[in-house]
């Protein structure tokens, strides 16, 4: 899942423990299969360009194969209240999605236990990552070796199932509900994240009840918040030497350079940081907003993020929290040097680009969601815009409440000791 391709090729087959040798076939061949993780087609971007409306495209409402979401017939002018937003299936869910957080022996227990209860009780379709089961903790449970058998498994970056899943359920932190992110780069089935991690923001089930939540879902009609993702088109210029010969038969390596363009799509949910990697340097990176240059950013670097991610990296920079039904685009500094760059908020509709300044001193790094890192050098582009791919994240309650309950309970949000009662006595001093 490392970068872009415009090609679409035939994808080898592979099969799972109980499909008896049948072939699922993916949509591109195992060596293509990392570039169509983190890059939709020419055609797919094309198709699903931006508008000119302040609120940016209209997000797709169909969440992976049977999933989708609640018509309200009360909406007004197809704004819909983010408390009223449902979730509902077209047909009942067959397949499901476990994702653990990898070496936390803490999440062993209760993972076999969902496994089991997914399995023998609810007769689903488990899919679990590979690198999952070949834990030694897994693997030598002989007990529930048996279980494992039944499951369906793939390998991040070379096995497409983004048409197989129905929804899924993250075991973890924060961290696994923006991996399942990272694995659908197109519709994202329904997401319910149970907290199991240390901050747990984004996963608001508790895992004392899993039987009763998980069975209420499957029932359909629960409350979701669509997490809007950037949709971020990367452009490098690869140089490449090309040797020549002098006069006197020596190699000169500098002589004529060849360029050919790079061009890698990622879907993220949190943020895009551009800092100015290990050098001592500023970073000096101009941004534009719709093909307007807006502002040079000098200082540690920059925060793109959405409303999903203000409550991330970009609050710790000094950032606004957004509520997750908000369409917008966050634009952070990180540590700039100058006194008025404040962060601003845009329209989730526009555009903006980054590119490394004429004059800048070192080259700057991106990563997106933490992942993915990588050097931007003179010529290469960064294009970002707000994705129609969000990701519909189950609520315990619903979007309002179980926001406001995770900035009461994770950030301590306006906590302070409170003034003592004013009494009648005290008033006459």
């Not at 819909?80 to 979730?87: G, I, N, V, Y």
């Not at 690869?238 to 360029?259: A, C, P, R």
């Not at 957004?322 to 526009?350: D, E, K, Q, Y």
């Not at 993915?372 to 294009?383: F, N, V």
Request: with cysteine.
């Amino acid at each position: 899942m490392d970068g872009g391709s415009e090609v679409r090729l035939e994808a080898p087959t592979f099969c799972c423990s109980t499909c008896e040798g049948a072939p699922i076939t993916g949509r591109r061949s195992a060596q293509r299969m990392k570039a169509r993780s983190l890059s939709t087609s020419s055609a797919t971007y094309s198709e699903h360009r931006r508008t000119q409306w302040l609120h940016g495209p209209s997000p797709v409402t169909t969440f992976g194969p049977k999933a989708c979401m609640l018509q309200n017939p009360h909406a007004v002018m197809h704004i819909q209240d983010p408390a009223s937003q449902r979730l509902t299936w077209n047909k009942p869910p067959k397949s499901v999605l476990v994702i653990k957080k990898i070496r936390d022996a803490s999440l062993l227990q209760p993972f076999k236990e969902l496994c089991t209860f997914l399995t023998e009780v609810k007769d689903l379709m488990v899919y679990v990552e590979k690198k999952v089961l070949d834990d030694p903790a897994i693997s030598g449970d002989e007990v529930f070796a048996a279980i494992t058998k039944k499951f369906c498994t793939f390998r991040e970056d070379l096995d497409d199932i983004s048409n197989r899943v129905d929804f899924i359920i993250c075991l973890g932190g924060d961290g696994t509900l923006l991996y399942a992110s990272s694995l659908f780069q197109e519709s994202v089935p329904p997401v319910m994240a149970f907290h199991l991690g240390s901050l747990g923001f984004l996963t608001p089930f508790k895992f004392d009840t899993y039987q009763s939540q998980v069975t209420q879902i499957i029932e359909g009609n629960a409350a979701i918040v669509l997490r809007s993702r950037l949709q971020v088109r990367v452009l490098k210029e690869n140089w490449e030497k090309k040797d020549t010969v002098d006069e006197k038969g020596i190699i000169l390596t500098n002589k004529d350079l060849e360029t050919s363009r790079k061009a890698m799509q990622y879907q993220v949910l949190n943020e895009v940081v551009v800092d100015r990697g290990p050098s001592s340097y500023l970073s000096n990176v101009d941004l534009f907003l719709d093909g307007h240059l807006i502002t040079t950013v000098q200082g540690d670097g920059l925060i793109v993020s959405t409303p999903t991610g203000s409550t991330a990296y970009a609050v710790a920079a000094g950032a606004s929290m957004i509520h997750p039904n908000v369409p917008a685009i966050m634009i952070t500094p990180i540590c700039p040097h100058s006194l008025s760059f404040r962060p601003i908020v845009v329209p989730a509709g526009v555009e903006l680009q980054i590119k490394l300044s004429p004059d800048a001193r070192n080259t700057a790094w991106v990563s997106f969601d933490g992942r993915k890192r990588q050097e931007i050098c003179h010529g290469d582009s960064i294009t970002i815009t707000t994705s129609c791919f969000p990701v519909p994240s189950i609520c315990f309650r619903d979007p309002v409440n179980d926001w406001f309950e995770s900035l009461a309970t994770c950030l301590h949000w306006n906590v302070r000791k409170k003034q003592n009662y004013l009494s009648s006595e005290d008033e006459e001093f």
